[in-house]
């Protein structure tokens, strides 16, 4: 026993009298659309904080639109009652506004405000370079990413980034609503898991090290602590690929779970996940899927087709030979897409079962015909998505089959540990989340669908 510890009470000084504390996040008086729709405000004066999106002076009254984080808000400029001057103002203008709630379904929200007072918060330096107030940005693609930052202020281009929001947010739910473990991987490594020549190669003080293409050695090695891991985050990849559907860095949706009885447990997982997700669109993402014009896809069920099946139906029933028998060309995939379209009504597709040579030396080997592998791609309306399947678990094969390919395990060893000392049947996938996107909303080019792209001539903003 301490004697003497704390026996005498503490007096509070002057300064600790005068002390203020923090205790937490507090009720503002402005008001958020949500916050006004939910509560009884007809007649009401309230406070609104925004931008000025847009101003139309009618003469006699004037509109002006704020914008703000959940949407567009009307104010009605009347002369004389309002105590200020519309002329003072001009779009981009952050401001805060009172005026008197007024039910109107014309408006935006199906409400207005009938200004009183507005402050000016911020004023823009310079004219705005693209006309966001416009319903569609009438620029090119180009001209949309050189100025990203302002472009996304128009309501429509920002929803699609809602959308994005919203099928990550149901991959984090629905993953832990399974039981999955969140983990965060180095993205700096020695060693890449699908090897190849399409590396970003770097010097990690004085020593050679690469960005990772995609943190599957990680998600394996957890597999043994946590069971089931996922995470959400940038992979990259070095290939001077010039094209609509790829990028050098984008967002990868990773999972990986133990004690699975077949491959066919992660096709079922995300099969779980996409009808979760549709849910959480329908739900809570109602507002830009209107805007956007998206009709959500049916999940209910998805076919699966073995790889060598998939390809003998589309070259039968479209008159198509293709050249590559270990891999499925882009023209291949779309077609089918458009065949399980046409005989099924589906707009997604698992082609499962690809070849040995074509996958990584992790893959689970066909017991059945080692030539293939017990791995899968998820095809949405032609286009992969997905690339999942069962890894092999036992040290001894893994081992084997790096023998068998020629590989050096230089780099590997922590790797290579976690199966020395016992692994779990396990398999995972990794979902390109831009891919994902820009297939739900319907774009053709994936940059439409990256917050800011990365590609072989893009490197800012």
Request: proline content about 5%; some cysteine; charged content about 30%.
């Amino acid at each position: 026993m301490l004697r003497g510890f704390f026996s005498v009470p503490l007096k509070k000084s002057k300064e600790h009298k005068n002390m203020e504390f923090l205790t937490g996040a507090v009720q503002k008086e402005d008001l958020g659309i949500a916050e006004i729709l939910a509560g009884d405000y007809e007649g009401k004066n309230i406070k609104v904080k925004g931008a000025i999106h847009t101003i139309r002076d009618m003469g006699e009254v004037a509109f002006i639109v704020l914008r703000r984080r959940d949407g567009l808000v009307q104010c009605v400029y009347e002369p004389g009652k309002s105590q200020f001057s519309v002329d003072d103002l001009k779009e981009a203008d952050t401001v805060e506004v009172c005026g008197t709630y007024k039910s109107d379904d014309r408006s935006p929200n199906g409400f207005e405000l009938r200004l009183d007072t507005i402050i000016i918060l911020s004023e823009p330096a310079e004219p705005m370079p693209l006309q966001i107030n416009k319903w569609k940005l009438n620029t090119s693609l180009e001209a949309k990413l050189n100025n990203r930052a302002v472009a996304l202020r128009n309501p429509r281009e920002r929803a699609t980034f809602r959308i994005q929001e919203g099928i990550t947010r149901g991959f984090r739910d629905f993953l832990y609503n399974n039981g999955f473990t969140e983990i965060h991987t180095p993205k700096l490594g020695a060693k890449s898991a699908e090897g190849g020549a399409n590396l970003f190669k770097l010097e990690y003080f004085h020593r050679p090290a690469i960005l990772q293409q995609s943190p599957q050695f990680y998600k394996q090695m957890m597999v043994g602590v946590f069971d089931r891991v996922f995470e959400t985050a940038p992979v990259f990849r070095a290939e001077k690929h010039n094209t609509k559907r790829h990028l050098n860095e984008y967002t990868s949706l990773d999972f990986e779970m133990g004690y699975i009885d077949g491959f066919e447990d992660i096709m079922e997982m995300e099969t779980g996940f996409l009808q979760y997700t549709m849910e959480l669109l329908k739900t809570s993402y109602a507002k830009e899927l209107e805007l956007l014009k998206i009709k959500l896809p049916d999940v209910t069920s998805i076919p699966r087709v073995r790889f060598d099946e998939a390809k003998q139906r589309v070259a039968e029933k479209y008159n198509r030979q293709f050249r590559n028998p270990f891999d499925l060309e882009p023209e291949e995939e779309v077609l089918i897409g458009q065949y399980f379209k046409e005989e099924y009504g589906s707009d997604f597709v698992f082609v499962t079962h690809y070849p040995s040579k074509k996958r990584p030396f992790y893959a689970m080997d066909d017991p059945a015909d080692e030539t293939y592998t017990l791995s899968f791609d998820l095809l949405f309306r032609g286009l992969e998505i997905t690339t999942g399947g069962q890894r092999i678990h036992d040290y001894n094969k893994l081992m084997e089959k790096i023998a068998k390919r020629g590989m050096e395990t230089e780099g590997m060893e922590s790797y290579l540990s976690a199966f020395k000392y016992g692994m779990p049947p396990h398999g995972g996938l990794g979902i390109g989340l831009e891919r994902l996107t820009m297939q739900l909303i319907g774009e053709d080019n994936v940059r439409e669908a990256t917050l800011f792209p990365r590609d072989l001539s893009r490197l800012e903003p």
